[in-house]
């Protein structure tokens, strides 16, 4: 395990059971209530590197179509931002209301590194899932 995630894993621990408000240690409330959430609810660790889950294909185009017109809407405005933020570092991702991608734009570069995270079209990356 890397020293980020071990770090990352230490501090939001160190959040969720502190007494004091997350504000006045440099995090957002609803950041700690949805780490809360993740750890105690969901239980997920900060620390693990679980696969996402994928719906099948089908799926995939069921959602895709019931939100048609969204994504013709902000297929667009994605690919222009991606060219405003390029080489950033950052990839611009949509889902849908149960976290699952529904289309995704970045630089090149780091089309692979999307592809190692499973941060692609049919992946579930809600909080309960992924967190």
């Known amino acids: ?23 006045a240690i440099g995090v957002a ?46 297929r667009p405005e994605m690919a222009s931002l991606s060219q405003q933020i390029a080489r950033s570092g950052y990839v611009i991702v949509l889902t849908d209301s149960d976290g699952v991608v529904l289309s995704h734009f970045g630089d090149a570069s780091l089309t692979g590194m999307a592809s190692i995270s499973r941060l692609l079209p049919g992946s579930v990356w809600s909080e309960r899932v992924q967190g």
């Open 1 to 23: 395990m890397s020293d980020i995630v071990t770090n990352h894993a230490r501090h939001v621990y160190s959040v969720i059971r502190s007494d004091t408000a997350p504000e």
């Open 29 to 74: 409330g609803r950041v700690a209530r949805s780490w809360s959430r993740c750890a105690n609810d969901y239980g997920l660790d900060p620390a693990g590197r679980g696969e996402p889950q994928q719906v099948s294909p089908g799926e995939l185009a069921d959602r895709r179509a019931r939100l048609d017109d969204l994504l013709a809407f902000a």
